[in-house]
């Protein structure tokens, strides 16, 4: 299995809603990772999970809250969005992070529109 | 810091003509440096990386690169463009803290 699964593949939510996007891989790697991209941008980093710690936390709003259940599941908790944090949420993942080339797996994304 | 300049937002190229998506990198140390494809409402995938070695790297779909130290450049070709190329494309580079840092990519067109 060489696949990052990522469910849901659209979710629209309210401002008032909690909702979570989940991300799946069976491939053994032991960093993941959490990416945004808006329209026509290339992914910005949000979270990075290593051995199932939060490692680094690009200074993304508390409204947004990640958790790593195990080494195969990564989850990102949605509360009080804003309308401008509609976009795609990329999950990625890496045998490790702290290696000469990280090579990433991305998931096909979750595309959020908060309404 | 690294980083990584793509030139051009938008690349038009007929089918069957060579495709040149230009990237240049700036880096403190030896870089390593990747080429990611996005199609529409896809993540990204991984089509080839420059890590130690041979300049001239192949990846997937017919695409490759190569590394010049001396242009601080990392430019990927394919000799031929298939109508199923065009997506967008972008350069990344390894950053401090292990962190992928990527261009601001370049949509590909492909033309009849």
């Known amino acids: 299995d060489t696949e990052v699964t990522q469910t849901p593949k659209h979710l629209v939510m309210g401002m008032t809603n909690k909702k979570s996007l989940k991300c799946e891989q069976h491939?053994?790697?032991?960093?993941m990772y959490w990416y945004k991209q808006k329209a026509k941008k290339p992914p910005e980093l949000m979270f990075v999970y290593s051995y199932e710690k939060l490692s680094i936390n690009e200074s993304v709003p508390s409204r947004f809250s990640p958790e790593c259940p195990n080494s195969s599941l990564l989850n990102l908790h949605l509360h009080a969005l804003q309308p401008e944090d509609s976009a795609l949420y990329l999950c990625a993942s890496s045998q490790q992070t702290g290696t000469g080339a990280n090579v990433l797996t991305f998931g096909a994304g979750s595309r959020l529109t908060v309404l | 810091a690294q980083s990584v300049t793509q030139l051009g937002s938008h690349v038009s190229v007929s089918e069957g003509a060579l495709v040149l998506l230009r990237c240049n990198y700036s880096s403190s140390v030896p870089p390593y440096l990747f080429w990611y494809v996005q199609y529409p409402n896809q993540g990204l995938q991984l089509l080839l990386k420059?890590?130690?070695?041979?300049?001239l790297v192949k990846g997937i779909n017919g695409f490759e690169a190569e590394f010049k130290k001396s242009e601080t450049s990392f430019h990927l070709t394919k000799p031929s463009a298939h109508m199923s190329d065009a997506a967008e494309y972008f350069c990344a580079v390894l950053g401090g803290f292990q962190k992928l840092v990527f261009g601001t990519g370049t949509r590909l067109l492909v033309s009849p």
């Open positions: 491939m053994g790697h032991r960093a």
């Open positions: 420059y890590t130690t070695g041979a300049t």
